[in-house]
C-alpha cells in the first residue's frame, strides 16, 4: 500500500500563486507515476497535471498549460504543483494520484492510490 499526504492549499487572491506538495509513504520501492487532479462542487474530478516516474515526461491540462508546474523529488517521495497566475476557475479540492507505473497516466480509473485532498480557494 502507498499513503498520499498532500499540503499547501489554503486561499489566495486572484493572480497569486500556491505550490502543492504530495508526499508518497508506505511501499514507494517501486517506480510510481503520479497525478494532480481536482475537483470542484457539483463537477467531475479531471487531470490538472501528471509526471512520470522519473520526471522525465510530463502532461498539463489545456486550462493550466503555462501556468502551473508539476514536478517531482524522488529522494522525498515528494511530487510538487506550483501554481501560479490563479483565477477563480482554479478553486477546487485538489488530490494527488499515484499508480504503480513508469508511464504518464491522465484519467482518475488509472490511478491506485488517492490522497485526501487539500482544498484551493481563489477570490476576485
Known amino acids: 500500500q502507498v499513503q498520499l499526504t498532500e499540503s499547501g492549499g489554503g486561499l489566495v487572491q486572484t493572480g497569486g500563486s500556491l505550490r502543492l506538495s504530495c508526499t508518497a509513504s508506505?511501499?514507494?520501492?517501486?517506480?510510481?507515476?503520479m497525478g494532480w487532479f481536482r475537483q470542484a462542487p457539483g463537477k467531475e474530478r479531471d487531470i490538472v497535471a501528471a509526471?512520470?516516474?522519473?520526471?522525465?515526461?510530463?502532461y498539463y491540462a489545456d486550462s493550466v498549460k503555462g501556468r502551473f508546474t508539476i514536478s517531482r523529488d524522488n529522494a522525498q517521495n515528494t511530487v510538487f504543483l506550483q501554481m501560479n497566475n490563479l483565477t477563480p476557475a482554479d478553486g477546487a479540492v485538489y488530490y494527488c494520484?499515484?499508480?504503480?507505473?513508469?508511464?504518464?497516466?491522465?484519467?482518475?480509473?488509472?490511478?491506485?492510490?488517492w490522497g485526501q485532498g487539500t482544498q484551493v480557494t481563489v477570490s476576485s
Open positions: 494520484a499515484a499508480v504503480r507505473t513508469k508511464n504518464i497516466r491522465v484519467t482518475s480509473p488509472m490511478y491506485e492510490y
Open positions: 508506505g511501499r514507494t520501492d517501486s517506480s510510481l507515476a
Open positions: 509526471i512520470s516516474w522519473n520526471g522525465g515526461s510530463t
